[in-house]
């Protein structure tokens, strides 16, 4: 038995009828280098039962506590079925990326089941290309950016010929609780784990309160009233308690304003997908003395701009993007769960001129990462300390009603990622990866998230948006290019 993080239980607390908390990945897989010349169900099948020891995640199921007294385990399933987890189909003809981008928005808009484990592993076939996709989906209370990665290379090998079983690593110890030998927990037994956690709510409160409450504004709390004085107040009456105090970085000062995909969303979901070169995007990169990240928020702002100008609303100030930062270090690698921070960085659709744009980013996300440096690596996780579990779930959705109803604005506009990945080959069950797309998660108030993936001399763009907000998401993908293209002319290249 494990038991869930308060940041964990977030993921899990935002789900509802409209809302899904999984992300995933579609890869592309070149069958021809396979020993058979094709991969199928069966052979990602053979490929999971040989590396299951080593993804420990992928048996474990929810245990919630009764009455919600506490956060809930995670217990392994017993009765844990592959078969169920990997599924097979295929697309009609043609098979064109624009019908398997449809079957994936389909795919991720249905929630995972809670009586199994929390993911699933779809095999599509059909493909124009000849290729085979592998769509992968787990929910994002199980894993994060950088565990995710993780568990993707405890999949995929150096060469088509694989791993021996000697050559696989060992199993990581996560932090299990140790077993009772009984197998299953039961409902007393779990409403007793429960009764011994509540001691804990006000002991944990009290740890949090120093390193949490001065940076509130800095969390999906900072919407409820009254989140900003009280931040403030703390960190003025600890800088006369504690003379020399480092001072708390300054806020941001962004007030994101409204757009039509900031509001609630419903449970239907569009998926785009696209590459773009990586070699390129260097040499914009190296041109104007920025880097790989600022051209990549660069050409989002610039893609999404004109999805603004062409739905006339283009606000007069910037956009405010939320970009995920990982906070796990390297002693915390294979412990799964959530270890991030979320940050907010202005996307300055307000400014046409693209060159001027990638210098105003390039000063705008040096800041950002001066006020990471300051922030409390377990911000999220403090801040949640403050809500009893029995509550906690209520009340995280209100804060997700807040950020998308409250009069005003929204906290943030939209997700931008940007995740560096391996420059070299891989292979998953023999089948070289050609592409691997991210697949991630919008919620009410920020209906549409980018995230890029770089492997192997280009940059795997995934894009996800509500159905009715964004019907024309394919348009953004393409506006990248277009941006970037406008930035490689505007240097000369």
């Known amino acids: 038995m494990r038991q869930l993080t308060s940041l964990d239980m977030q993921f899990l607390a935002l789900e509802s009828d409209r809302q899904v908390g999984h992300v995933g990945g579609l890869a592309i897989l070149d069958a021809s280098t396979a020993p058979r010349g094709e991969v199928g169900c069966e052979e990602i099948r053979t490929l999971l039962r040989e590396r299951l020891p080593l993804l420990p995640p992928f048996r474990w199921r929810l245990a919630e506590v009764p009455l919600g007294l506490d956060y809930p385990y995670w217990i392994d399933d017993e009765e844990f079925d592959l078969d169920y987890h990997v599924r097979e189909l295929a697309l009609p003809r043609p098979g064109s990326d624009a019908q398997l981008a449809a079957q994936v928005a389909r795919i991720i808009s249905r929630p995972l089941d809670r009586k199994r484990p929390l993911w699933e592993l779809y095999v599509i076939d059909g493909l124009k290309s000849g290729n085979t996709a592998v769509l992968t989906k787990i929910h994002h209370a199980l894993i994060d950016g950088m565990s995710g990665a993780e568990i993707m290379g405890l999949l995929l090998d150096l060469s088509a010929d694989g791993r021996k079983p000697e050559e696989l690593p060992d199993p990581v110890d996560v932090g299990q609780l140790p077993d009772n030998g009984r197998g299953r927990p039961g409902s007393a037994e779990m409403l007793a784990r429960g009764l011994m956690g509540v001691p804990r709510y006000p002991l944990r409160m009290i740890r949090s309160l120093p390193k949490a409450v001065p940076h509130i504004e800095d969390t999906p709390f900072g919407v409820l009233p009254g989140a900003g004085t009280i931040g403030k107040a703390t960190d003025r009456a600890a800088s006369l308690v504690f003379r020399g105090r480092s001072p708390r970085p300054p806020r941001s000062g962004l007030a994101a304003p409204r757009t039509s995909f900031n509001k609630r969303i419903t449970p239907h979901r569009r998926f785009s997908f696209g590459q ?187 894009l996800v948006a509500d159905r009715d907000q964004m019907p024309d998401l394919p348009k953004v993908l393409d506006w990248l290019h277009d941006e970037l293209d406008s930035l490689r002319k505007a240097a000369g290249l």
């Open 276 to 462: 773009m070169s990586l070699e390129e995007v260097k040499e914009v990169k190296n041109a104007f003395g920025s880097t790989v990240n600022d051209v990549v928020v660069t050409i989002s702002a610039g893609a999404v701009r004109r999805w603004l100008i062409a739905h006339d609303e283009l606000p007069d100030e910037p956009l405010v993007a939320q970009v995920p930062v990982s906070v796990r270090t390297e002693d915390q690698a294979g412990t799964y769960g959530n270890r991030i921070l979320l940050m907010s960085a202005p996307l300055f659709t307000n400014i046409a001129d693209p060159v001027e744009r990638l210098a105003a980013h390039h000063e705008a996300l040096s800041d950002m990462k001066e006020r990471h440096k300051a922030l409390p690596a377990e911000l999220l996780q403090d801040a949640n300390h403050f809500i009893p579990p029995a509550v906690f779930s209520r009340a995280a959705q209100l804060t997700f009603r807040l950020a998308s109803s409250r009069p005003g604005r929204p906290t943030w506009n939209l997700v931008i990622s940007n995740v560096p990945g391996p420059q070299f080959p891989l292979y998953m069950a023999g089948a070289e990866l050609v592409a691997n797309y991210p697949v991630s998660v919008i919620t009410d108030g920020m209906g549409l998230n980018i995230t890029v993936m770089s492997y192997r001399g280009h940059m795997d763009f995934g």
